[in-house]
């Protein structure tokens, strides 16, 4: 099978007589933007068709969600009265845009992930000033628990003073009592 891919370049070379006895099939005739002229694409479809060579359909290149450029409409309705399929190339006019965005997300999604992001933060906030509270508090009770020993010991020392110095007293007493200080 031999098929051609023709253009407005293609359009003064095209010989429907030659291409027929060269054995070519068909032919697809391209209409990529409002350079190509139009009248002279759906003529030239029309002397393939006269000669026996199959119109496979017009191509068009048409952005996605866009109206078809000017030429491509004026081929289609011709391709309509030929009965010739129009063909839209939409991977060829849309190429891929390196820069769009991967992902598209409503406003409501978009709010559903900020709350939901807020709340992990704030229970991460929350959970590092409450390990940083306990931290706080087991040093402060530490200190204390040390402050504290060391206030058991001072006291224990100081009744032991206290007591020493009571039985000295009282020896002291015992002895004017009985006059060994006198003499």
């Avoid at 023709?6 to 070379?13: A, F, G, K, V």
């Avoid at 199959?54 to 289609?76: H, I, L, Y």
């Avoid at 992990?120 to 906030?125: I, Q, Y």
Wanted: a neutral charge.
């Amino acid at each position: 099978m031999t098929y051609l891919d023709l253009s407005q370049y293609d359009l003064p070379t095209i010989d429907a007589d030659c291409m027929k006895a060269a054995g070519v099939e068909g032919a697809i005739l391209g209409v990529f933007s409002n350079g190509n002229p139009p009248e002279e694409m759906a003529d030239a479809a029309e002397k393939l068709i006269a000669a026996g060579v199959p119109v496979v359909g017009f191509q068009s290149a048409t952005p996605p969600g866009q109206r078809p450029p000017r030429d491509s409409r004026f081929c289609g309705h011709r391709a309509g009265r030929l009965r010739v399929r129009t063909l839209v190339d939409r991977e060829r006019s849309d190429p891929p845009d390196v820069g769009a965005p991967m992902f598209r997300f409503t406003l409501r999604e978009l709010v559903l992930v900020t709350a939901v992001v807020a709340l992990v933060l704030g229970w991460c906030l929350d959970h590092r000033q409450a390990a940083s509270t306990r931290e706080n508090l087991e040093l402060d009770f530490a200190h204390l628990k040390a402050n504290l020993t060391r206030a058991s010991q001072y006291s224990w020392n100081l009744t032991r003073q206290r007591d020493k110095l009571r039985d000295q007293l009282q020896e002291l007493r015992d002895r004017m009592a009985s006059n060994e200080l006198c003499q």
